[in-house]
């Protein structure tokens, strides 16, 4: 038995069951071991397994790792940020206004800085756990952090912008992004890309690459978007026929105009005025399937009519002025006095947000219900627009639920405000600063941080603080400030 074996066995009984019993070597080891005294015996246990443990670690040579070094990365071009913009970076990357990351990556780009060395491996590490920050993290990294992103494979969705190497070697949020950054920047290479791998896709991976194509769509998309209708899968048709009806030339227009024309028409009464007169579709046949009409039933007012307005929410809106010969107000007024105004108003509510139509939009917000349908309507718009249809709803009533609509919007479009905007917002948050909601306190102003003019964040803060005499809950304001103030410096810090 080995010594070592001897002293984890003794170990384990315990001294006062079982004494060290040791046949030392007539060795310098057997003469350290005998000179420990066997009636404490557990000072004796302890004093050899120290000797013991060392021995066997002295003159032991380390490891050899035969592999070749790998190849030395070539120096930076681009200039390192700032101490002081490091510092910010730092604070960032440990969580503290972690919102603002994007615009300081943004904005050390666009200056042609990159991120500091020591700070690689927790930003590659970020752009791993949270794919969504690929687009903003890869411009900063610098050779450096491309040749170290190469080297762990967490981190290789930032090591190559190949194509065909970064579609096989990551992970489906990274390739998402990846492929919507492409979008964005060459639609007929994400094009392509997407129509080289579609078969090894899982159909659910299908619809959300597809949701991408909204940057940058063309005609040059609807073969690609046909072929998803020929596919079996309801959940992959619907993103195509979506894309497909903001393709007013398309062929699935065509489609949807044929049929509506077989179930809408109109008549004029004596009186002269004008009706819409509308028939159920039957049945959904193959033909409506196969574009997207799905069975979702509608509750009010009824299958049928869902039927009818998932068809009429994908004509283009000016067909139906063509149609008529009238204006946005005055079909509006038609389909106020029809009994199906509500299946009417709900596919024009879609049809307006995907096209984007101002006129419409504006008409349809004037005449609808609370709310109704109201929130992708402003994102769709403009940015002037949207900026003067949310100050708009702003300004006539300060509530809770005109606060609510604007949260909306901003989760699903964020932008950076105008000065104008921007002062008529946080106006409106010093009119009303004690009045307002807890939930804005906690999650919509950091929004509010983020997108408002940098212009404005001096005089935003001033205003503030004067508002704040009003306010018992100091605690919630002083977040809100500390944002400004961090984004303050942030940016002045890049732009110098």
Known sequence: MSLWTEIINTALIGCERKSLSLSPPADKLGGLLARFDQNDREGALLGAAAVVS?????????????????????????????ERAMIHLAMMLRGEYQDLLPEWLAKVASAGQRAPEELLPPLLELGHVKPEFYEFITPTLGRRGRWLAAHNPDWRYAASSDEETFWENNKLAHKREFLELLRKQDPARARALLSKVWEQETPKDRAEYLRLFTHGLSSDDEPLLERALDGQWSLVRDPAASLLAALPDSAFVGRMIERAQQFVSFRQTKRGKVEIEI??????????IRDGITKTIFSQPGERAGWLQ???????????????????????????QSEWKDVLMNAWRQAAARSGDVEWIE?????????????????????????????????????SDSWEVFSSVLNLRRWQWSEEFSRQVISGVCLRIEKLPDWMWRDFFTKIACCLNHRTLSEASI???????????RAQLDRFLGYLLFRHEMLKEINQ
């Open 463 to 473: 205003e503030l603080i004067a508002a704040a005499q009003r306010l018992t809950k």
């Open 310 to 336: 998932q068809i009429l929410e994908k004509l283009p809106l000016g067909r139906w002025q063509d149609w008529l010969q009238k204006t946005p107000q005055e079909l509006l007024k038609i389909a106020q």
């Open 54 to 82: 060392l021995y066997e670690r002295a003159g032991r040579l380390p490891l050899k790792d035969a592999r070749p070094l790998p190849e030395a990365c070539d120096p930076d071009d681009a200039p390192r940020c700032s």
């Open 363 to 399: 008409c349809l917000m004037a005449v609808g219900k609370k709310n109704e349908g109201i929130v992708k309507m402003l994102a769709a718009l403009p940015l002037v627009q949207r900026e003067k249809a949310l100050a708009n709803l702003l300004q006539k009533a300060f509530s």
């Open 279 to 288: 028939i159920l579709p039957a049945e959904r046949d193959a033909g409506m």
